[in-house]
């Protein structure tokens, strides 16, 4: 186990990530000239700085740290990497606990079981499984969740893509019966649906003739096998692309056929400059900054941060490309942005779509899996179905009319 941490420890210090710094790094001076404690935390990664997701992450933990530096807490991050699932999970975790972390933040789905089996070790170490939902259950007062309200972000991101399509049909490029959006998926469960139903619901607002159609991958991350599925979808004539997953190569292989894109994670504008309009992403540092504050300061830290979204600045979109968007298009995302933030539009509600031709009046009228409702919560009521209310990880899993899916392979 040492000699891991060693390897460990060593390879972090030369990755060129500016949050990813030695003890000397992360070090200050506190009044009186007094050596200021170096607090350290770990962060499990699912991939690493080639990822969109894992740089996404990165830039939140240096403005963390940054952040918290200004209140005098000092910040020391390690990394590991490439580790989705399974053992090396729960070695990262004890050798980061080992190693005198506070928090191990573990930044993706299917890390959480392994992670679990780690913390009843720990129990002065905050375990955070971010993207997850199991830690706020169980029995152990060191596990947390946190999923910031991302399908508000989605919504928004949508909205932008749909201008742009109205922009196309009124401008002739295309028809209203061609404004077909392809949408690269990860996983046929809640998160993702969730995510491209806020995502299409956004764009039909704005252009009401628009459909869209849902290739999944079966993976969180495939440059390759994302490429193609994007290329796939706009054979099957998509006239601009979205994803759900991890890289930046649907952006590319949207611009290389000369069709709009719309992004998730980072601003994919630098890639693809013809093509990408904008990207939806978390901004982590709120909740990194919270999570560190609260050990500090010996405050408990929340088992499950739920209902923080665009009104908190937890979800962001990145800077707007005006050369490929709409015009007007910055205009209506902040007037749509403000009627999220103030609750005047839900983004679920249920007046604006269907499922099976039918308004949603109940999520248990739909419920068979058991997928579609936080617990026995009732997610539908006064008109929208709250999506991210009772539990932040997303439960919407409702599959509306107006969207097709291509495959349903992957779970």
Same mark, same amino acid.
């Given at each position: %186990?040492?000699?891991? /941490?060693?390897? /460990? /420890? +060593?390879?972090? %210090? ?15 001076e506190a009044e009186g000239g007094e050596e200021a404690e170096v607090v350290k935390v770990g962060m499990v990664c699912i @991939? ?18 940054? !952040? ?16 989705? =699932?399974?053992d090396p999970v729960a070695v990262d975790c004890e050798e980061l606990a080992e190693a005198g972390c506070v928090a191990v ?9 392994k992670m679990l089996t780690v913390a009843k070790d720990y129990p002065d170490v905050i375990f955070a499984g971010l993207t997850? =939902? ?17 399908? *508000?972000? !989605? ?59 849902? *290739? ?36 590319? +292989?949207?611009? &290389? ?53 665009? &009104? ?15 015009? @007007?298009?910055?205009?209506?995302? *902040?007037?749509? !942005?403000?009627?999220? *933030?103030?609750? =005047? /539009? ?9 499922? @099976? ?25 006064? @008109? ?8 932040? &990880?997303?439960?919407?899993?409702? !599959? ?7 495959? =349903?392979?992957?779970?």
């Open positions: %186990m040492k000699k891991f /941490l060693a390897i /460990l /420890l +060593t390879v972090a %210090m030369v990755f060129t990530f500016a949050a990813c710094g030695s003890s000397n790094e992360g070090s200050g @991939g690493d700085d080639n990822a969109a997701y894992d740089r996404n992450f990165y830039m939140a933990a240096d403005a963390a740290k940054e !952040r918290l530096a200004e209140e005098g807490i000092n910040v020391e991050w390690t990394y590991t990497y490439n580790h989705p =699932e399974g933040f573990c930044n993706s789905y299917g890390q959480e079981p997850n =939902e199991g830690s706020w259950k169980d029995k152990l007062d060191n596990t947390v969740n946190a999923f910031p309200s991302i399908y *508000e972000g !989605r919504y928004l991101a949508g909205v932008a893509a749909g201008l742009k399509l109205q922009d196309m049909i009124n401008n002739g490029e295309i028809t209203e019966e061609e404004a077909v959006i392809g949408y690269v998926g990860a996983y046929t469960f809640a998160e993702v649906i969730s995510g491209y139903t806020a995502f299409y619901l956004g764009a039909k607002s704005e252009c009401p003739s628009a459909t869209m159609l849902v *290739e999944f991958i079966g993976s969180w991350g495939d440059p390759t096998m994302e490429a193609n599925t994007a290329q796939d979808l706009i054979d099957r004539g998509a006239v601009l692309i979205s994803q759900h997953s991890d890289s930046t190569t649907p952006a590319t +292989t949207a611009q &290389a056929n000369g069709v709009p894109h719309v992004g998730y994670n980072i601003s994919m504008s630098d890639v693809a400059p013809e093509a990408s309009i904008i990207s939806s992403r978390i901004d982590w540092t709120n909740y990194f900054c919270y999570v560190i504050r609260s050990i500090v300061n010996g405050e408990k830290v929340d088992q499950d941060y739920c209902q923080h979204g665009l &009104a908190d600045g937890d979800v962001v979109l990145t800077e707007l490309n005006e050369n490929v968007a709409a015009p @007007g298009t910055a205009e209506v995302l *902040e007037s749509v !942005r403000a009627k999220i *933030e103030s609750g =005047e /539009l839900q983004v679920f509600d249920t007046s604006t779509f269907t499922v @099976g031709g039918q308004e949603v009046k109940s999520a248990f009228a739909l419920d068979t899996d058991g997928d579609y409702a936080a617990d026995s919560e009732e997610a539908v009521f006064d @008109g929208a179905f709250h999506e991210s209310y009772f539990q932040s &990880a997303p439960y919407f899993a409702l !599959r509306i009319d107006g969207i097709t899916l291509v495959n =349903e392979a992957f779970s």
